[in-house]
C-alpha cells in the first residue's frame, strides 16, 4: 500500500524557469511533510518541511505547498539552477519524529 | 559537528555471509533510524532507536537484520546469512526530539551492499 505517491519518475526543465514537484499521500494522519534532494551514491538531503497545520512554507528559493484537501503537496523551484538536478523525495510522518514513509521519487533534469 | 557517518560506504559479499554495518549520528541526535533503498524506490523504513531502546521494527524485516544501539551513540545492522535480494543502499538517519526540527532526520551517505 503507497501511502505516498509521486507520480511522475521525471521532470525536465529549463534553467531559469519554474520546477514544480508534486506528491499525493492518502493517510489523512499524516501531521508533518518534508522534502529531500538525492544526488547518485549520496544519501538524501533535507530540503524543505511543512507542519499539517499549515498551507505553505519557503526558504529562499524552495516553496512548500500543502493542500489537505486534496491531500497533495507540491514542491516549487524558482528559478530552477542546473545544480538542482537531482531526484527529489516527498517524505511524510504521522507521529512526532518516528519513521519517514516516501514516496517512490521524481528525477529533476535542469537544463542550462 | 560532522553529519551522519557511515561505514563502509561498498560492501560486496557472498551469499550467505553475515555482514555488518556501522552508523555513527549527528552527537546530539538522540534518535536513529535505519532505511533500505533499492534502485526506483524511495527509501523503506527498517528500524529506529531512541537512545539506547529500540522504538519500532518493520513488519517486513526478516528475522535475519538485528540493529543494536547499545550505548545510545553508534548503532551497527547486521544481515545474517545474506541472500541476493539483500542488495541494496543502506541508509542511516538521526534526529533529535527536542527543538523545533525534531521531525527533520539528517541522512548518512550510506552503505552500498552487494550480495554475489
Known amino acids: 500500500d503507497q501511502q505516498v505517491k509521486q507520480n511522475s519518475p521525471s521532470l525536465s526543465v529549463q534553467e531559469g524557469r519554474i520546477s514544480i514537484l508534486n506528491c499525493d499521500y492518502t493517510?489523512?494522519?499524516?501531521?508533518?511533510f518534508l522534502w529531500y534532494k538525492k544526488y547518485p551514491a549520496e544519501g538524501p538531503t533535507f530540503l524543505i518541511s511543512?507542519?499539517?497545520?499549515?498551507d505553505k512554507n519557503e526558504d529562499g528559493r524552495f516553496t512548500v505547498f500543502l493542500n489537505k484537501s486534496a491531500k497533495h503537496l507540491s514542491l516549487h523551484i524558482v528559478p530552477s539552477q542546473p545544480g538542482d538536478s537531482a531526484v527529489y523525495f516527498c517524505?511524510?510522518?504521522?507521529?512526532?519524529?518516528?519513521?519517514?514513509?516516501f514516496g517512490q521519487g521524481t528525477e529533476l533534469s535542469v537544463k542550462p | 559537528d560532522t553529519g551522519v557517518s557511515q561505514d563502509p560506504r561498498h560492501k560486496i559479499t557472498k551469499r550467505g555471509q553475515n555482514v555488518t554495518f556501522r552508523c555513527d549520528p549527528i552527537?546530539?541526535?538522540?534518535?536513529l533510524y535505519w532505511y533500505r533503498q533499492t534502485l526506483g524506490q524511495g527509501p523503506e523504513f527498517l528500524t529506529y532507536?531512541?537512545?539506547?531502546?529500540?522504538?519500532?521494527k518493520s513488519r517486513l524485516l526478516s528475522d535475519r537484520f538485528s540493529a543494536e544501539r547499545p550505548k545510545g551513540s553508534f548503532s551497527t545492522l547486521e544481515i545474517q546469512r545474506t541472500e541476493q535480494g539483500d542488495s541494496a543502499m543502506y541508509l542511516c538517519?538521526?534526529?533529535?526530539?527536542?527543538?523545533?526540527?525534531?521531525?527533520?532526520?539528517?541522512f548518512g551517505p550510506g552503505t552500498r551492499l552487494t550480495v554475489t
Open positions: 538517519a538521526s534526529s533529535s526530539t527536542s527543538g523545533p526540527t525534531r521531525e527533520e532526520q539528517y
Open positions: 552527537s546530539e541526535h538522540n534518535r
Open positions: 511543512i507542519s499539517s497545520i499549515k
Open positions: 532507536f531512541q537512545n539506547e531502546a529500540q522504538l519500532e
Open positions: 493517510n489523512s494522519m499524516f501531521d508533518y
Open positions: 517524505a511524510a510522518i504521522y507521529n512526532q519524529g518516528g519513521k519517514l514513509i
